[in-house]
């Protein structure tokens, strides 16, 4: 199994359904801070769910339509980042991600997507990455804009979670700005953009 150095100990590595014990454990230790903004401790409540949710990532793998990984903190499962969608016909992949509360506040995250989206667009060709975010997860918001992600609006009202319907922020980056930005040597493509008066 490969793993990319993330720095200060960290690493991206794929995250597989024969991992379904640690994920859960893992789910288990950041359930109420992750479930904040994200469904996934609703659908990985027990074992079995966890080791479907795990499946049904590597069958997007193996069909090429969307890819998960670890991020692990010496060693340990603290996180994870996703290509929730990925359409090669279009050249469009959706980014995503998620984090325990002790492993927040690093970084990590901001590291992780950012190989994923190298990746996606050197490796695979993508055009387009989006992130899509409640307005109220400034964590995430904030590494869209770590990312140099242009904002591009919101859908008002479209997620019904956990009962309550929330507004998404659409984020994104295309492949002439990243790599616009990876050869000047600007980690940020946003900076390369003209700035309007």
């Keep these: ?12 590595r794929p995250l597989e359904p024969w991992q379904a014990e640690e994920f859960l454990a893992h789910m288990d230790r950041g359930r109420d801070y992750i479930g904040r903004y994200v469904g996934l401790p609703g659908i990985t409540a027990d074992l079995d ?20 990984y670890g991020i692990r ?14 359409d090669t016909a279009t050249g469009t992949c959706e980014a995503g991600c998620w984090l ?26 993508m055009h387009r990455v989006e992130w ?14 770590r990312l140099g992600m242009t904002r591009e609006g ?19 980056v295309l492949a002439p700005d990243w790599r616009a930005a990876r050869a000047s040597g ?4 946003a900076q390369l953009r003209p700035r309007s008066a």
Excluded: C
Excluded at 50 to 58: G, H, V
Excluded at 73 to 86: A, N, Q, T
């Design 132 to 145: 899509l975010v409640a307005p109220e997860n400034t964590a995430s918001v904030n590494v869209a804009r």
């Design 100 to 125: 325990e509360p002790d492993a927040a506040g690093r970084g990590l995250v901001t590291r992780a997507v950012r190989v994923v989206i190298d990746w996606a667009i050197e490796a695979r060709g």
């Design 1 to 12: 199994m490969f793993a990319i150095p993330l720095g200060d100990g960290a690493e991206l």
């Design 73 to 86: 903190l010496e060693g340990r499962l603290v996180g994870g980042v996703l290509l929730r969608v990925f």
């Design 49 to 68: 769910s966890a080791r479907a949710w795990l499946q049904a990532y590597a069958d997007k793998t193996a069909a090429d339509t969307g890819r998960l």
């Design 154 to 172: 919101l859908k008002h009202e479209d997620d019904p979670y956990r009962g309550v319907r929330q507004d998404t922020e659409i984020w994104s």
């Design 186 to 189: 600007v980690r940020d493509p």
